[in-house]
Nanobody
């Protein structure tokens, strides 16, 4: 299973970016998906996560307090893709952002954690 993230870049404070992460490979079921970030000199931290939901109901979401009201996580199960819409960006949002997915490779697989390589987000003041 591979996770390919894209959409990072340089933006001024107050601007917006949209991150995308596509999962590919031997996937029977994508369970929870999420975004983490690692600011310079700091540990990796959860930004937002979304569970699988169902055909009629979107997955439930969780957010770090620091991004609530500014970031929105969504997913498109048909495309094996998770998105992170980031608005009102602040310099403290500067970090490498990593995509994470819990993937079941078969009906009997409870799930394995996978990580993407990360995409840099830099917010200038």
């Amino acid at each position: 299973v591979q996770l390919q993230a894209s959409g990072g870049g340089l933006v001024q404070a107050g601007g917006s970016l949209r991150l995308s992460c596509v999962a590919s490979g031997s996937i029977f079921r994508l369970n929870a998906m999420g975004w983490y970030r690692q600011p310079p000199g700091n540990q990796r931290e959860l930004v937002a996560s979304i569970d699988s939901g169902s055909m009629l109901i979107s997955g439930s979401t969780k957010y770090a307090d620091s991004v609530k009201g500014r970031f929105t996580i969504t997913r498109d199960n048909a495309k094996n893709t998770v998105y992170l819409q980031m608005n009102s960006l602040k310099p403290e949002d500067t970090a490498v952002y990593y995509c994470n997915a819990d993937v079941s490779g078969s009906p009997y697989d409870y799930g394995t954690d996978y990580w993407g390589k990360g995409t840099q987000v830099t917010v200038s003041s």
